[in-house]
């Protein structure tokens, strides 16, 4: 199995009571740490603008301006967004901002699309906040171009929703045939289509019985698209409560809670990290999640994705994660 980590960056609150102008600070270092570390394939962060579970004045840091940075900084990891929303920004441009950071850092980007869902950034950047349909309806035409600009260095598209005309996205992606495309969101009848047409990875549920149905849903698609089922890298996101007791398990989970108190009030703090980690296969002692994650790989899950709520406070999670779990899934 390979994995991946996001690195926080506020969306979260997960940078809550560290000042801004030491924040990138924190996010630099942890993206060198696990750039130092072989067992993290890759690094990712989120596409959005306004916290949650509720906007606040809390700093959310840009995806794509941390993709560049990130991009300087390190050497080995890939660097990828989950996922960018394709309404934010004019695919077109967004094929070129994707290709420049893939230069800059010698070609290990990777490119996260789905079609956005957090209503109150998307009206609140003056975005509107079409239909699920239109939404899934732009991503199709969005891939589609950014495809297109990374194969022949111009895109050119007369849809509904896009219309571009020779725009030139120069430089093209270091990467041959272009920057690997993950289409995340397990929307059975239109996301998991999009995927099965033109996605390299998806990305969706990760509890077991979720995770195969929608497999099999994956399957149906690229039957009817006529593309490789097998060919697709199965991946899904986890939040990741690890302790070597259940106590100390219990203990971080707690403390998650006590860092959204000041923002949520007690009792919404506590419901939302329960919601968080209620499902999660990534709770408990190393031996526990080594067992859950096994289970998802025999149903095909190839890459986990995991978030750890405390790292920019405390790595002791991640470092118990990676001497006990990764190696215990790479036998």
Avoid at 23 to 32: E, G, I, K, N
Avoid at 163 to 184: F, H, K, M, S, T
Wanted: charged share 25%; with cysteine.
């Amino acid at each position: 199995m390979r994995f991946g980590i996001f690195i926080p960056q506020g969306w979260r609150l997960d940078l809550a009571g560290i000042e801004p102008g030491r924040q990138w600070a924190v996010m630099r270092d942890l993206a060198l740490r696990a750039d130092a570390r072989s067992v993290w394939e890759s690094l990712w962060v989120y596409d959005h603008f306004h916290t949650v579970p509720v906007p606040t004045t809390e700093a959310t840091h840009e995806a794509w301006t941390l993709m560049s940075a990130f991009a300087a900084v390190t050497d080995r990891i890939r660097l990828g967004q989950m996922c960018t929303a394709v309404s934010y920004r004019n695919p077109a441009l967004l094929a070129k901002l994707a290709a420049t950071v893939d230069v800059i850092s010698g070609g290990r980007t990777e490119l996260g699309l789905g079609g956005g869902w957090y209503e109150h950034e998307w009206r609140a950047y003056g975005y509107g906040f079409p239909s699920a349909g239109e939404r899934l309806a732009r991503l199709d035409e969005g891939v589609q171009i950014v495809r297109q600009a990374w194969t022949t260095g111009s895109a050119t598209l007369d849809g509904r929703h896009y219309q571009v005309d020779e725009a030139i996205v120069r430089p093209l992606p270091l990467q041959d045939n272009g920057i690997p495309l993950w289409v995340a969101g397990g929307g059975e009848r239109k996301t998991l289509r999009i995927a099965a047409k033109y996605a390299q990875y998806t990305n969706f549920g990760g509890d077991a019985e979720t995770f195969a149905r929608k497999s099999e849903i994956l399957r149906a698609h690229c039957a009817e698209a006529g593309t490789d089922f097998d060919a697709i890298t199965r991946s899904s996101n986890f939040n990741v409560a690890i302790g070597a007791t259940a106590a100390e398990v219990a203990d971080r989970i707690d403390a998650h809670a006590a860092r959204l108190t000041p923002f949520l009030g007690a009792d919404a703090a506590k419901r939302y990290v329960h919601e968080q980690y209620a499902n999660s296969a990534t709770v408990g002692t190393p031996e526990q999640i080594a067992e859950r994650l096994r289970a998802l790989r025999a149903l095909g899950l190839e890459y986990a994705i995991t978030n750890f709520a405390e790292s920019a406070y405390d790595t002791s999670g991640i470092e118990l994660f990676e001497r006990e779990v990764v190696p215990a899934l790479r036998d």
